[in-house]
């Protein structure tokens, strides 16, 4: 799926912890705010997690924080199921194999568009 290091990395990291902030992820991986927003917003837009909106008490509460009377929202991510995550994996594998046997079935065709000289013929 062309996920970087620091990608593969989070979402392993939320394949074993539901619902994490920003914040958290940001502290685990010592990164900027800006560069784990980035990470979370790919692997969200390539579906491999999901964000939802999560009150702060609820999240507090959740997490064992002791801070009481905390208002707002924030967004919690998690890994989709482990079988969905290998399936995706799977279909992006089988559709680049299938591209892979067409490059090799046409390759001669390659070959046909070159004159001797390297010009490419029209």
């Known amino acids: 799926m062309g996920l970087n290091e620091l990608e593969s990395n989070v979402l392993s990291y939320l394949l074993k912890h539901v619902h994490t902030g920003t914040s958290e992820i940001k502290k685990i991986f ?53 079988g969905f995550i290998k ?15 067409n490059y090799i079935e046409h390759l001669d065709s390659l070959f046909d568009c070159f004159e001797t000289d390297g010009e490419l013929c029209f």
Not at 42 to 70: C, D, P, Q, V, W
């Open 30 to 82: 010592q990164m900027d705010r800006s560069s784990i927003q980035r990470v979370l917003q790919n692997l969200t837009e390539i579906n491999l997690i999901k964000r939802e909106s999560m009150s702060l008490k609820a999240y507090e509460e959740m997490k064992g924080f002791t801070h009481s009377n905390r208002r707002g929202y924030l967004y919690v991510y998690s890994a989709r199921d482990l």
């Open 87 to 101: 399936a995706q994996f799977k279909t992006l594998l089988d559709k680049w194999y299938g591209s892979m046997l």
